[in-house]
């Protein structure tokens, strides 16, 4: 049985295989918003100014590395950006769905449902 916590996804999104993650990323976040102060942690493909401040704006406290080659980069909390991989895990989780796996789906509103639907029932499993 997996192990799982009280840790869910706010949103999601279908975006084209070629775009790049941050401008879509933004676009999510945008339609999300945190009364509370809760942490937002990120990939180092989300670490552009850009949507750091975003996510600022929208009241979450970002923990984002700074990619190896930026010139001046910032500190951040390792220990709590080690929990970023329950993201990881719960793409692992809803991959067991072959149907999102190999994604046959020629609709995209067919394939979200599915992903819905494999999201709700690790919910209800975890």
Known sequence: MASCSAKFA???NLSPGNNHDAPE?????????????HYLILD??????????????QGFIVIVPPKANR?????YDKEL??????????FRRIKRFRKVFTRYDKLDIIFMSVVLFSM???????
């Open 71 to 75: 010139k001046e980069p910032w500190d």
């Open 120 to 126: 709700i029932v690790d919910a209800i499993i975890c």
């Open 10 to 12: 706010l949103a999601f």
């Open 81 to 90: 950006y080690k929990i970023r991989n329950e993201v990881e895990r719960l």
């Open 44 to 57: 180092k493909a989300y670490e552009d100014i850009e949507t750091r401040t975003l996510a600022e704006e």
């Open 25 to 37: 990323g933004r676009k999510l976040l945008e339609t999300i918003r945190s009364e509370d102060k």
